[in-house]
Structure formats: C-alpha cells, structure tokens
DNA sequence: TATGAATGAGGATTCATTCAT
DNA sequence: CATGAATGAATCCTCATTCAT
C-alpha cells in the first residue's frame, strides 16, 4: 500500500505540476482514498520524501555494484566504469528526474539525497587518498567537492538535456575532467 | 509600478516559502492593490518571469563587461576573468538565486534563463573558434556544452553551498579544466 | 459584512450542533463565499468570539442603564432593579444562549464573557463597600464572588430551563439571597 | 471492555480537546481497536454518555452516603453534611468536570446529569417537606429548585474556579442560604 | 468476537483572479 | 487607471464509521 501510494506520486509528479501534484490527486491515481494516504504518511512532505528515497535507492542499486567492480581497476577504467554506472542509473529514472529536479519546493525534503551525496563524497574522498600520483593531502577536500559536483552534476545535465553529443565523447571528457581534479593541472 | 512590483516579488521570494509567496502578499509588499498587480502582468507566472529576467539582467551587467575586458587577454587569462565575473554576479544574487534555484516548479517559465544560456553558448562558441591548438572542429559543439555547464554550474554550487575552499583556489581548479576542455585531453 | 456573517453565525449556532457550526456552513447562511468570511476574521475561533462580543454588548445595552436608574435607589430596591435587568437581558439572548451555554468548547474564547463578568465584579464590589451595615471589610471579597455568581447563574438557568416559578417570585428570593450575603447572616 | 475504552475516554478527555478527542485516540489509549468500541458503543454519543453516567455515578457514591449521615441530623446539620459531600464529590472529579462544563456540545447527551438532577430534587423536596418551620406548601417547588440550583451549581464553580475563599466561609455561606430559602425571608 | 486497514465526506483555510466602483 | 472586496475552487488533512478477515 505504501508502494501503490509512492508509485502512484512518482507517476503524478511526471505527469503534472509539483504544485498540482495534490495529496487528493495522488490517492486517486493510486486507486485509494484521500484518507488511506495518511494511514501511511504523516503529511504530503513526507510522500515526496519517500519518493526521493526510493529513487535514491534505485540510483544506488545500479551505482554501488558499479563501485565494487571498479574497486580492483586502475584509476583511470575505476572512474569511466563508475562514470558510466552513474550515467546508466541516471538516464532510468530520467522522467522523474526531470520532475524533480528544480521542483522540490523546500530543500528540507533533500535527506535522500544528501544521504546519496554523503556517500559519495566518502567513495571518492577514499579512492583519492588510495591513489598514487594524486594531490596533496592538503586538497584533498578540495579535489573531492569538486569531483563529486563534476560527476553528479554534468550527467545529470547530459541525461536531461540530452545535448547532440555522443555518449562515449562525453564519457571521455568527464572522466578526463575527473582525473585531472584528481592528479592536480 | 512593474517595477514596484518586480522588486516586491523578489523581496518576498527571498522571504518566504515560494508557494506562500502569493499574488496577494507580492502586491501588499508592492504598496498596491492585488487588482492592479494584473494590470501589468498576466498571471502568477509572469511575475516569476519577470523577477527571473531582472535577475538575469543584473547578471549580464556584471558579466558582460568582463567579456569586453578579457577580450583582447590571452586564453587562460580570458577564463579567468569571466569565472571571476560570473562568481562575482552570483555572489550579488546569491539570496534570490537560493530562493529560486530548487524552487521554480516549472521549468517553462525559465525562457529568461535560457537566454542567458543561449548568450553564453554564443560566446564560447565565438571563443574557441578563435582560438589557437584548439580542439578540433568536430568537436566545437561539445567542447561548448561542457564549458557553459562547467561555468555556470559549479559557480552557483559554489555561491550557494559555499564549501570551505578558497575562492582562488577554486577558480584556479575551474580555470584549468574549461582550459583544458578547450585544448582537449 | 463583518455584520452579514456574525448575523449568520448566531443564527447557525441557534439551528445546529456547535460542531456542525462550520464556517462553510455559516459562509451559506450569510449568502457569502467561504473566502469572504476571512476577509474579516482571521479563523473559526474569531467569529464565535465576534458573536459572544455581539451578544455581551446587547446584554450590556440592558443592564448598563439599569445600573443607572438604579444606583440612587437604596439597597433593596438596587439590587431588584438590576436582578429584572439581568433577567430582562438574558431572556432577550435566550436562543443564543442556549446555543453557547455549555457547547462552547474552549474557555480562551470567552473573553468577551470574562468582560462583562469583571464589570459586574467592580459594580457588586463597589456597591457593596458603599452599603452601610453591610458585612466586615474582610469579606467583601468573598461576599462579591458570592453575588455575581448568584446574579449571574440563577437567571440564566431560570431564562434557560424555565422552571415553573412565577417571575416575581424568583426576583423575590434572588434579591432576598443577595441581600443575605451583603449582609451577612 | 466496556470499562476499558470509557476510563480511556475519560483519561483522553482530560488531555486534549473535546474536539481532539476521536474514537481512533480513545481506542488507542484503550489498547483496543477502533472496530471494537463499535461493538459496544453505537456511536462516539455513547462513549461521551457513558462517560458521564459513570462520573455521576463516582459522584453518587460520594453523596448518598452523605445523605444517610445526614438523615437523623437537624436541618443546619443536614444542609451542611451535605453541601460537604457535594463539594467533596466534585473535587475528587474537578479534572474530568472541567474537561466536560463548556465542552459537552450538545444538551441532549446529558440523560446522566439529568438522573442526578432529578434525583437530587426528590431528595431536597422530601427533605423540605418534613422540615418544620419550612416554607409554606405553594412554595415548596420552587424552593426546590432554588435549592438544587444553589446547592450543585455554586459548588461546580467553587470547585473549577477555585476562588480566593476559604472552604469553611463558602460552606458556611452556601448552608445560610439554602436554609434561608428552606424557610423563607 | 476482535481486528485494523480502508473509507470518503467534510472541515478550516488559502489564493489566483475578477469586477464594480 | 487603480482599487480592494469578493470570489470559489482547490488544498491538506481529520475522523466517525465500516467490513473483510
């Protein structure tokens, strides 16, 4: 039930309106009544935050096996193969996306994602440590805020505005950009 | 008056929640009447509209003379004072931009922003064509979509987030990889 | 307007439960949208203490002059005069108070009851110290206390519930057990 | 059962609103489903009756005991074991009162005071009647219903408003009335 | 008998918009 | 032009009640 209701809201939120994405609405198209929802859900925030969650989930089912994979490779492969894991999560849940992105009113309702952010400044900031050749331990803050803005950002940008750039080329560039960041200019 | 109100509207943007930033509210900031608020603008949206081109002007004030003024520099110097620019105007704006970014629940009503971006498209195209041991033609338009996200993106992220990096050092960092997509890996 | 609907409340509260007394329900019955009503009164809880402030001021209209024509009167004829004003008043209200009597949910509302109930308190202690052989000093308190509780209660019970008492010998004792008390046994 | 969800509604009334206090809540604090009440109250009327039937019933127990001791004593004796009682009673009720004077909504549910009521002025009547010195037969009525008036009502406000006067003065003070209407001015 | 998930009408309130003045 | 009172559909949410298990 809670799924028909979050499944319900993510097909509302792709079809309308953050703002006419009503809690109403979203009870009807999950075949349930107004009432039912709050059964689940203490308020309409918090359907939009299971949403997220789910979605977040989604995202790490494709991008932290990914992670593992990548693990044993050389810095270079590591990052195309996790860069290509992130692009492949991403381009699945681009509807939503779409909706989401510069739609969620209140940045509160963003635990999902800083949870996913949070994890991924902790795989980089780990894998740079790890690394030979890197920056110096003085920026490695630096370096990590910066690679994890260039990862999550610029596909997320390819996937939504699917500009006439061919994936690979743009696989390439990023993860070039991100080894640059990584090995200092 | 479009004016009072326009500035009304940003100052209640910032103020509250964007869905309790009301017509009502806007035009009681204004010191004028809610009837007359529609005198000038449409509906809602055009208000919105209207504050996101004000904004956008103001930006171009600040970034469009940094254009005339890196003009005649050398490539990596020419970055570097538009980044400085672009950081520079956004860090005037940063308040409304918080309250928009995230907040704007139609991405429709960005034809503003997306004149913006068609401008910087315009110049950075103009720019590495000039430029010597670029990347080569084919590679023009890709080279282009990279850069402007990387310049536009990653500045706001810094503005907004403002992480514990030293500006300097973050526009050094920026500097070198638009850079280093101009010239190619 | 602010008239229109207060008018509508009473006669709402008159014809249904408190709880049934909704403000789209009394929006109807002042043949106004249910946004008009807010308009003037900032919720709910505003219009029920509108209608008690309404009912207090038409109980005021009564007894105030009563005071006055009473006030030179000795004791006796004092205390008569004012009890058939009290009575006079509340059978006027009878409908209404009926209606708010112990369907009132929260006692913060009462403020406009807590009025008229410290206006009668001063007069009785007024009254009472200016009274030759009336009881020590030190049971003044008590003796007002007594007073206004009795003039208060009894007539509304005796407006309310109609016992079959003829009027002029309810007066009679009513006025008989306040001169008591002012006397003490 | 029946137990369990009326001690519940009593403890849930105290708490919150009368508004508030839902048949979902009253179940909840039952440790009982809200299906179940309905097997046993026809609807949340009943509860609220039955709420009240078991208070007067706490009060009974209370005040006709009182009444035997009182039985064999002379009249100023009587009066005055009796209005200890009822004070007695109702402090030991002062929460739930408080909860349900002003908040009972509707008039019709209060079968329970009704029967207290009705008891109460078989008690004083017959009380009145073998009273020698008593006021004459004509006005036996009314003296009965002043009397039940004085005698539950300035306790219930004695109680809840807790006035700055001594117990022993309002006593005192409230037994000299009652035998003032039992025998006349 | 007991459950408790499900119901859905209804509640208070908001707000973009209109229109008579 | 400007006003601002009036609108009324729509919003989020509650809760007395039901019914399949």
Redesign the interface.
Known sequence: MVDRVVEAAERVLQDV???QASTNRIAAAAGVSPGSVYQYFADKDEIVEAVLTRMSDRLAGVIVPALHRAAPLDPASRTRVIVEAVIDALEGEAGLL?ALI??????EQRQAVNAIRARAEETVYQSLAAMPGRVCDS?L??AT??IV??AS??PV?YVLDR???ARE??V??LV??IL??GYG?
């Open positions: 309106d953050y703002q779409r510069d739609r969620i009113p209140t940045i920026e803050d630096r805020w910066m803005e260039l950002y610029l940008r500009p006439p750039i080329a743009f390439e560039d070039d950009l640059r960041i200019p």
